[in-house]
């Protein structure tokens, strides 16, 4: 989960530390899944380069750029669109989780900076199409972008198996709040969704177990 919250004013004060942005941007939409189940509404987010789920954004030097055209010039080369992204559209500030492969790369503690933005759902989708087409990361530090799925299936299907991923950072804790804030998804639907999510990450946890231990007979035969 997020660590200790900052604000805009204490994160920019904060002597030698990395800032990083990142952004959700998601609209509103009348779509259903086959037809029957309500999509409601459209998150983006990114397979990243380590594989680990993320929102896009980057570091940023507030020496050199503000955040917000730090912010915007990192979408442009992850989304090819250059999203112009304003202070009124900054959530919070925090130190990045120790354990955090960004935040440990550097002596220094990474801030990490959140930004939502809630666009039109043709933006949206000219931003997916951008990001597949013209951006300079696509297939390199992006990997592809993703939906957040919203709606609960039966099984487990939907929100709490996209739970149950690997997020970079503060990812998962700021979609979340997120999800909360904006009123995207009931606190109940979400309370749900996060115990089915747990009992995937267990059943998970117990395959990998059991194909490390194959691979590990295999590679004693070989």
Request: hydrophobic share 40%; glycine share 6%; charged share 20%.
């Amino acid at each position: 989960m997020a660590s200790e919250q900052l604000s805009r004013e204490e994160a920019l004060a904060c002597s030698g530390c990395r800032h990083a942005c990142h952004v959700m941007v998601y609209c509103d939409t009348k779509t259903q899944l086959f037809g029957r189940i309500p999509i409601k509404h459209i998150i983006l987010m990114q397979m990243r380069f380590d594989g680990l789920l993320g929102f896009p954004g980057g570091l940023v030097n507030p020496q050199e750029e503000t955040l917000e055209a730090g912010l915007s010039r990192e979408l442009l080369e992850e989304l090819g669109v250059a999203l112009p992204i304003s202070v009124e559209d900054h959530v919070d500030a925090c130190y990045a989780p120790s354990s955090s492969p960004s935040s440990s790369s550097s002596s220094s503690r990474l801030i990490t900076h959140f930004y939502v933005r809630k666009m039109d759902e043709e933006q949206i989708r000219e931003v997916e199409k951008a990001a597949a087409s013209t951006a300079t990361d696509h297939g390199q530090e992006v990997l592809g972008m993703v939906r957040v799925p919203l709606y609960a299936m039966k099984g487990g299907g939907g929100l709490a198996a996209f739970l149950s991923h690997s997020f970079i950072g503060n990812a998962r804790s700021q979609l979340l709040d997120s999800l909360l804030r904006l009123n995207l998804v009931a606190p109940e639907e979400l309370h749900k969704a996060l115990a089915h999510s747990l009992k995937i990450h267990t059943h998970t946890a117990d395959d990998l177990k059991a194909a490390l231990a194959l691979t590990e007979a295999n590679r004693k035969r070989f």
